[in-house]
């Protein structure tokens, strides 16, 4: 694929000195093996020095990088330009709903706000071990996908529920929720349970499927929504539990 020029058109955006987004080209010669971060810093480094995106691990590990790519949301690190050869031009836009600080950097506040809503860390089981908490291989299936989970904000900028509710935690702040809630070590069910069970909550879920559409690591925000629904009903029907 040496040798192949490609025209990326970027959407621009400097809040400080623009009235509107617009929209930039560039053509960039492809090398083998080129992802489309690559093409940006090819930009950024020979082209045009103003051209503002996000990354840090380059490894599809850290979630900084996802953003619109030719009509879908993606990792900018992982998707590779030979396929899109097939575009006349590959559109990249910042990630879709979200306040641009420039041009294909967003900010994340309110993501993260929504995250730390959800207590997104293990809170151990008295008496605290000497050193790590056991966890038979069995009890560990439950979390074994959630905690792939990268924080890139894909899902919950690609969920109109999201887009219409501010205050809605989204598909990754539940899907954190979920990991925590069924993680064999975590003493406060019943307080991940209160946190979730509300019209922001689990209950603005209305099963869209976006979140499993844009999720670049595969999860499935959706089902653990559905999963902790589940779990209120029961408590509903059957009582709290008793702190572990
Ligand atoms: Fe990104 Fe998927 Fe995690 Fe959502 S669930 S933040 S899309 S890795
Ligand atoms: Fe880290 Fe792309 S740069 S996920």
């Known amino acids: 694929m040496a040798d192949v020029d490609i025209t990326l058109k970027v959407q621009r955006f400097d809040p400080s000195a623009d009235t509107e987004p617009y929209w930039q080209k ?3 010669k492809t090398q083998p093996g080129m992802t489309v971060l690559d093409a940006l810093f090819e930009v950024l480094n ?3 020095g103003t051209l503002a995106f996000r990354f840090c691990c380059r490894a599809g590990v850290c979630g900084s990088c996802a953003m619109m790519i030719a009509g879908k949301v993606r990792l ?7 396929t899109l050869l097939d575009k006349r031009e590959i559109a990249i836009s910042p990630l879709p709903h979200q306040k641009v600080v420039k041009d294909l950097a ?3 506040d309110l993501f993260f706000s929504r995250l730390k ?3 997104p860390y ?6 605290y071990p000497e050193k790590e908490y056991i966890q038979m291989p069995k009890e560990r299936v439950p979390i074994n996908e959630p905690i792939d989970c990268i924080m890139c904000g894909s899902c919950t900028s690609s969920c109109t529920m999201a887009w219409l509710d501010p205050g809605y935690l989204g598909p990754a702040a539940l899907l954190k929720s979920y990991r925590f809630l069924v993680d064999t ?3 406060i069910p019943d307080e991940r349970l209160d946190l979730i069970e509300s019209e922001s909550g689990v209950y603005r879920c209305h099963t869209q499927f976006n979140c499993v559409e844009s999720c670049p690591k595969k999860l499935n925000p959706t089902e653990a929504i559905q999963r902790q629904k589940i779990k209120l009903i029961k408590r509903k029907l059957f009582g709290r539990k008793r702190k572990a």
């Open 26 to 28: 560039y053509t960039v």
């Open 46 to 48: 020979h082209q045009d």
């Open 76 to 82: 900018a690190c992982e998707t590779q330009v030979a």
């Open 106 to 108: 967003v900010d994340y």
């Open 117 to 119: 809503s959800v207590k």
């Open 122 to 127: 293990l809170v151990g089981k008295e008496p």
């Open 185 to 187: 070590r975590d003493s």
